[in-house]
């Protein structure tokens, strides 16, 4: 009668998972769909608490599906994005407590595994290094947000010298990125390696000249119309070279960009306005 009752209790219990992850593989497109609407939003205010709310539901729903590749990159994307449009130039030590989630979600899809805390011992590293070599162009969307996600956490741990230390790890995923996908997220491997080249010293590999010509190849990708290549090109380039006229001529071709030419895109649009903003208000301590 026990092993009755133990094999009914383990075929119901294995009819719920498997009902759970139908669920989750059902809503899983549902939420695609919704993150295309969520960028085409131009308050960013909406844009915030919509974001905050969906990545609460899906972590939910991953608890159900903790291998759910499609879950794990939006959840990576999404915590990166909040971290990068709403919370790095307010809160920058909050910022990196998202970039660090982000990047646990990008890992997870790029390992097949299901990793709760991430600490950098020296196998993880040797894991992760590996995982980076085997790479294949299906691994993009995976490399491309967990190297997001450290190099965002990298930007603002300039002060850290121990945070270079994973500079050569972004650098190898990048190396991947550009030979399978360069186009992948609006050019934005030539986002980061320009945002690089452009911040670090010389000494560290440091090139201004490099960088201009990474943010170019962004510009050239997206037609001038993903307004965060100038952003990045204006801190990291005309700031680091003291060009004001540059400077000064990128910030006026976010402020007078029409978010209605490339509605698809006005959320990140939006929020590159926001930094330009900022930026503008910072222009005598840049120069």
Known sequence: MRLKIFLLLSILFLASCS???FVVGQMSPVFKVSADALYEETDLKIAEQAIAANLKLLEGLLKSDPENEELL??????????????????DPQRAKFFYDRAFVFGVRALLDENIRVWNWSAENKMKLENAIEQAEDEDVAALFWTNFSLAGKLNLSLDDPTALIHLPLIEQMITKIEQYDPGFFYGGVYLLKGSIAGMMPKMLGGNPERAKENFDKS??????????????MSKFY???????????KLIKKIEDFDLGTKPEIALFNQIAKKKAALLKAQREDLF
């Not at 990159?73 to 307010?90: I, K, P, S, T």
């Not at 050239?220 to 990045?232: A, H, I, K, P």
């Open 238 to 248: 005309a700031a680091k070279t003291l060009d004001e006229d540059l400077f000064d």
């Open 19 to 21: 009902l759970n992850r």
């Open 219 to 232: 510009i050239n990708l997206t037609d001038g119309e993903f307004l965060l290549s100038y952003v990045y």
């Open 73 to 90: 990159l939006l959840l990576a994307q999404g915590y990166a994005g909040y971290a990068l449009g709403f919370v790095e130039d307010e």
